[in-house]
């Protein structure tokens, strides 16, 4: 083994907006341009990897009429009073809602800016605003000749009063969105450049890794740490109620001390919880009346209409096991709190430092970071409250970094789901469906006023609002709470549930009604007219109804997914012993109007890949109330040269932008699954893929 040393990085103040004072122009809470023209945009949203570092700037610099290659950008301050998302009403970056959040606030600040611009050169030169024009961060007078960078008129704009309801521009005008301009973050991430939370660099900084206990809910019993503290580097050995955390000089010394430990846990009431108990208890709820969500029509009679068929489906506990490790460094003193992080919701994260850290929320300053993956994962703070309550123990700066096994085996899941169809066909068409969610409530624990009267909006996403022209229609919700297990979001959580059932029934459905899958749909979608578009596109470009070979098989999928409208064919090969191969993948796509659209074609091949991988190996399973997945060798994902070739299709539009971060997602695993059915004629309807429920089928 060679050894070598890279020098720290030491890790900048916080970016906090600067105010209106001084040399810089601040008309909003998003905007501040200095008098050498360079415009600074103070990003509400946080990078992950899904591109609105660079969609969102070319928002802010269309409307504002600025130099792109001119725009840099901060991350914004825990201040939901200013950067709060629109939609959510907290700060918080999911719910694939950066751009159809931040779409009309942006445009309005960018708008709002040039107005107070102009006007201030108009003023200088003492003519009609009318006449002066903007481009490129310079407003020109085209009668005169006369020209003023912006960088010129910050101190004449900052006395200006700000205008109220700026017009926008009309979307034929766009000079800068509907292109597919190159990613800002790419140049960093390329080089290695680019600062993520794990990255942070402190002087005099320690590194700490820890153990949970195993079983949610379980304590420390006692601890032997007397091999850890022979550990060469190894310097603390932090004991609290239900964790240990081993302290050293950098990350080597606190995971050989971790793994030199003798922990001794009381594990508490779930030590015997198995996989088993949770899907009878889960199951057992399925079977009781539920709490309606919507009701059209009259099912009863609908169900009695031609003939009825009936049909459940199964989703398990999934990780998110994002690329980057769960992290989090701190700098605990009596009278402050200092933490460094990436996260999707900044603000939660500096309140839940505080109260670990028994300080006001304005004793506490939190650094963002860019995100190696999130995935919904990062919405959480408990990676930040473990790490102070480590941080409290410790004279100095501390990284806490959590190994792959602690990550998985306590990871906060993606519920697990039991949904129960019934339906009915007359005349090749449905005319009843009703259909029971059950499973665990996020928006219970995660955002209350997400879950009242005992319906969660994100578990009946994409249930309540399903496509079809169906005319009696009853949709219920069960809410039902896994023991020994936190459940939290996954990369479109309520919507890949529902999405999977729904999907995959009507696939079913239509073979009973002897009629081909992409033929039904589009049927019963003459009041989606977006939708159906999308998925005639998809069948053309796929190659729909073009003769296979043996034991391959096409699946369609047709969803409104966070707002955008999406259609998706798989096509696959199931061989003599089960096991499926992904030969192809094809998506059409009308998200609104494509801010860029090579990230809207990059998400969705993301997604895809996300959520296939999860339909063929997502698994958490539960035995004695571990969880028994520790890593990538027992939690699998797609790799490399099985990653088949995916085509997406983005449908011009002049609506305004949708969501596309989790549409992929949801789009895979139904349409693999109903190409699996084409192939074999075996309909899966629970994941992931089994393949000894496929061996020997053609």
């Known amino acids: 083994m060679l050894g070598f040393h890279l020098p720290a990085r030491a890790v900048n103040e916080p970016e906090q907006p600067p105010d209106s ?33 660079t969609a969102i700037p070319m928002i802010l610099a269309e409307e504002l009429d600025a130099d792109f290659n001119k725009v840099e950008l901060k991350h914004a301050p825990p201040n939901e009073k200013l950067y709060a998302n629109p939609t959510l009403g907290v700060q918080a970056t999911g719910n694939s809602n950066s751009i159809r959040a931040f779409w009309k606030p942006l445009r309005q600040a960018g708008a709002t800016t040039r107005m107070m611009l102009v006007q201030a050169a108009a003023q200088q030169w003492q003519v009609d605003p009318a006449s002066c024009t903007a481009a490129n961060s310079v407003v020109t007078h085209a009668a005169s000749g006369r020209s003023f960078g912006y960088g010129d008129l910050v101190d004449a704009a900052a006395a200006l009063p700000v205008p109220q309801d700026p017009p926008l521009k009309d979307p034929k005008d766009f000079t800068l969105i509907g292109k597919s301009l190159k990613r800002l973050d790419t140049p960093d991430k390329t080089d290695g450049s ?7 660099m402190l002087p005099g900084m320690k590194f700490a890794t820890l153990a949970a206990c195993p079983v949610l809910g379980g304590k420390v019993a006692k601890v032997d740490d007397s091999a850890a503290k022979a550990v060469p580097g190894v310097r603390q050995i932090v004991v609290l109620d239900d964790l240990v955390a081993v302290v050293g000089d950098h990350m080597w010394a606190a995971k050989k001390g971790l793994d030199a430990l003798k ?86 994260v500096q309140q839940y430092a505080a109260k670990a850290a028994g300080l006001p929320t304005d004793k506490v300053t939190v650094h963002q970071h860019l995100l190696g993956g999130g995935f919904g994962r990062r919405l959480e703070a408990d990676m930040a409250e473990s790490a102070v309550r480590i941080g409290k123990h410790v004279d100095g700066p501390v990284k806490v970094v959590w190994t792959r096994e602690e990550d998985i085996r306590h990871d906060i899941y993606r519920p697990v789901y039991r949904d129960v169809i019934s339906a009915s066909l007359q005349n090749g ?11 665990s409530s996020v928006m219970a624990r995660w955002l209350p006023a997400g879950f009242q009267k005992g319906i969660d909006i994100d578990a009946v996403d994409s249930a309540v609002d399903m496509p079809y022209d169906i005319p009696n229609k009853h949709i219920e919700y069960v809410r039902a709470e896994p023991p020994a297990m936190q459940t939290g979001f996954w990369r479109g959580v309520g919507p890949n549930n529902n999405v999977f059932a729904v999907e995959c029934f009507m696939d079913e459905l239509a073979r009973k009604a002897g009629k081909d899958p992409v033929d039904f749909r589009r049927g019963m979608l003459n009041g989606n007219p977006r939708l159906k578009a999308a998925l005639d596109l998809v069948a053309e470009k796929s190659g729909w109804g073009r003769p296979l070979p043996a034991r391959v098989g096409r699946g369609v999928c047709a969803q409104p997914s966070f707002a955008s409208f999406i259609a998706t064919v798989v096509e696959a090969e199931v061989d003599e012993h089960g096991e499926v191969r992904l030969r192809r993948v094809t998506s059409a796509v009308d998200t609104g109007i494509a801010v860029n659209p090579d990230i809207i074609v990059a998400q969705l091949q993301g997604g895809l890949v996300f959520g296939l991988t999860a339909a063929l190996y997502g698994d958490i399973t539960i035995k004695n109330g571990r969880v028994q997945q520790s890593n990538f060798n027992d939690y699998r994902m797609l790799r490399i040269d099985e990653v088949p070739k995916i085509d997406v299709h983005v449908i011009r539009s002049g609506e305004d932008p949708d969501g596309i971060g989790e549409t992929g997602a949801n789009a895979g695993p139904p349409a693999l699954r109903n190409a699996i059915y084409a192939a074999t004629g075996v309909a899966l309807r629970r994941l992931p893929i089994d393949p000894k429920a496929l061996a020997g089928r053609a």
């Open 263 to 348: 922990i001794t846990w009381d594990e508490g009431p779930n030590a015997k919880i198995s996989s088993a108990d949770i899907w009878e208890d889960l199951r057992a709820a399925s079977k009781k009346d539920g709490v309606v969500a919507k009701s059209v029509g009259d099912i009863a009679k609908g169900l009695s209409q031609g003939e009825r068929f009936d049909a459940e489906y199964e989703m398990p506990f999934l990780a998110h096991a994002t690329m980057e490790p769960m992290n989090c460094t701190v700098h605990v003193t009596p009278n402050s709190c200092e933490v460094w992080i990436g996260t999707q919701a900044i603000a939660r």
């Open 429 to 439: 068409k449905i005319v009843a469906w009703k259909y029971k969610i059950s499973g």
């Open 194 to 200: 680019a600062i993520y939370g794990i990255d942070a």
């Open 21 to 53: 004072t001084g040399d810089k122009f601040a008309p909003n809470a998003f905007i501040r341009i200095n008098r050498s023209g360079q415009t600074t945009l103070v990003m509400p949203q946080v990078e992950m990897g899904q591109g609105v570092y």
